[in-house]
């Protein structure tokens, strides 16, 4: 699995395709904190952003390998590893740029009330669920589920705004209890949100490599 990991980051580095929604992040970002704020809210914001960010990242790693390439690598590791891969590798590169955010947040923002270190816990764990619940938005609106790119394209940005709004999401939890709570006790809200992620990325993940062994 780590060199296929590492097949898949190596396609994304050389195709650049990646810079685009790192920019966009970093826009987002640049744009929406500003230094000497609460540093909750903007944790919320670095979170949030994180989102879309993960899933278009995954769907670029999904979709980003020539159809010759992807029979190999199947042969070689199998169908399912493959896909998996792609998408660890997306996730995984979106979850890096989250973490440095964090970081930068933190260190530009008004800790105070909350402190550094639980700040810094807090806004790992909201970009944890918000990319977690991306990776699944992005494996959902990608082959082998939809393979055209007009209806992939749709599916992800319904999905985006869905896993933002709706009711029951992990990330929008997360991204709630960052803007509303207040001090270190916010890391345990943010602990539910954060497993409710995860578990919900497990089962799309496994749904996802056992659909593109058998569909593909």
Same mark, same amino acid.
């Given at each position: 699995?780590? #060199?296929? @990991?590492?097949?898949? *980051?190596?396609?994304?580095?050389?195709? !650049?395709?990646?810079?685009?929604?790192?920019?966009?992040?970093? #826009?987002?970002?640049?744009?929406?904190?500003?230094?000497?704020?609460? &540093?909750?809210? /903007?944790? #919320?914001?670095?979170?949030?952003? =994180?989102?879309?960010?993960?899933?278009?990242? @995954?769907?670029?790693?999904?979709? !980003?390998?020539?159809?010759a390439a992807r029979a190999?690598?199947?042969? +070689? $590791?199998?169908?399912?590893?493959?896909?998996? /891969?792609? =998408?660890?590798? $997306?996730?995984?590169?979106?979850?890096?740029?989250?973490?440095?955010?964090?970081?930068?947040?933190? +260190?530009?923002?008004?800790?105070?009330?909350?402190?550094?270190?639980?700040? &810094?816990?807090?806004?790992?764990?909201?970009?944890?669920?918000? #990319?977690?619940?991306? $990776?699944?938005?992005?494996?959902?609106?990608?082959?082998?589920?939809?393979?055209?790119?007009?209806?992939?394209?749709? /599916?992800?940005?319904?999905? &985006?705004?869905?896993?933002?709004?709706?009711?029951? %999401?992990?990330?929008? !939890?997360?991204?709630?209890?960052?803007?509303?709570? %207040? $001090?270190?006790?916010? =890391?345990?809200?943010?602990?539910?949100?954060? /497993?409710? +992620? =995860?578990?919900? +990325?497990?089962? @799309? *993940?496994?749904?996802?490599?056992?659909?593109?062994?058998?569909?593909?």
């Amino acid at each position: 699995m780590t #060199a296929l @990991v590492r097949y898949h *980051a190596g396609l994304l580095l050389r195709s !650049q395709r990646w810079l685009a929604p790192l920019v966009l992040y970093a #826009a987002v970002l640049g744009i929406g904190v500003h230094a000497g704020e609460p &540093v909750l809210g /903007a944790l #919320a914001l670095t979170a949030a952003a =994180l989102l879309p960010v993960t899933a278009w990242a @995954v769907r670029i790693c999904l979709t !980003q390998e020539p159809s010759a390439a992807r029979a190999v690598v199947a042969a +070689a $590791g199998g169908r399912g590893r493959g896909h998996l /891969a792609a =998408l660890l590798t $997306g996730a995984g590169g979106a979850g890096l740029a989250g973490a440095v955010a964090v970081g930068t947040v933190v +260190a530009v923002t008004d800790t105070r009330g909350v402190g550094p270190a639980a700040a &810094v816990t807090a806004g790992l764990l909201g970009a944890t669920a918000c #990319a977690l619940v991306g $990776g699944a938005v992005g494996a959902l609106a990608s082959r082998p589920f939809l393979k055209a790119t007009g209806w992939s394209l749709a /599916a992800l940005v319904v999905g &985006v705004l869905l896993a933002l709004v709706a009711a029951g %999401s992990p990330a929008r !939890q997360a991204v709630t209890v960052l803007t509303t709570g %207040s $001090g270190p006790g916010v =890391l345990f809200g943010l602990l539910p949100s954060a /497993a409710g +992620a =995860l578990v919900l +990325a497990s089962a @799309v *993940a496994a749904l996802s490599r056992w659909a593109t062994a058998r569909l593909e």
